[in-house]
């Protein structure tokens, strides 16, 4: 496996394209602490981001993943344009002519993915171990380890997400149409939700029940929103007498969802590889 690992590695480290994509991802998730320096002073309207307990334990757990977890694209591109960058390049002949079976380059595509997901949930709990006993109203040692199911539910979306994201780059082999292939996938699952909402169970969740087996919503239902969470919009949501009681939690039977799926887009992935004549 390391081996593998290592020759995926180098090939995204030779390239100079995903090589600035993978460090601007990893970036931009750091630029989330400059979320507590925001401040707006105008007349008596005061607001700072910190002091509304966005960076307080264990919330900071669900509120760091949620915003980190929008930041997936730029490493999608990077997988993308990893799997299509084979066939312009010809390395996946070459790989196969040296030895490497298509298993075996599945395989290697896929620890990468998951080398992906896991680097970024080490990088987003210890940037929020930061900021939490920076700016947390608490942290006592029972606290801080409350919620950490976040980021196993942050690792399992994005595995997920990438594992998607590489199904398409061998399905159709250049990264453009398969990022386009992604966005209309996008807007169809969003398609059938309204339809299903809106026209057939206008009245009922059966809508939701249904959805929820989409690959894209699956991994949305991993990690809802948190904002409402939030004292502030609580106090707003309850004047305006909008329902706050949401169920915040993260959801293990949506996790499996997006594991199954997971597991469905490597297979998926092997049979094509396995199928087409290269």
Known sequence: MKRLLSIELQKIWMNKASKILTLTY???????ALIASIKFDIGPFKFHLAEMGIFNFPFIWHFNTY??????????????????NEYSYGTLKQN?????????????????????????TVFVFVMSLILGLVFSSYTELDVILMDLDYLLAFFIKLTGFFSFCLFLGI?????????GFLLVWS??????????????????????????FLPLESMSNLIVNPAPRLSVVKSIGNQMGI????????????AVIVLAWTCLFVCFSYKLLKNRDL
């Open 26 to 32: 990893f970036i931009l998730l750091s630029f989330i």
């Open 67 to 84: 915003v980190a977890a929008w930041l997936k694209f730029f490493l999608a591109i990077v997988i993308v344009s990893m799997m299509a």
């Open 96 to 120: 196969l002519i040296d030895g490497l079976s298509k298993k075996e380059f599945i395989l290697s595509k896929f620890l990468t993915v998951v080398l992906f997901a896991f680097c970024s």
């Open 171 to 179: 399905l159709v082999k250049r990264s453009a149409f398969a990022l």
């Open 187 to 212: 807007i169809l699952e969003g398609i059938i939700r309204g339809t299903l909402a809106f026209q057939i169970f206008p009245q009922s969740d059966t809508d939701e029940k249904i959805t929820q």
């Open 243 to 254: 329902a706050t009681d949401i169920d915040y939690s993260v959801s293990y039977s949506a």
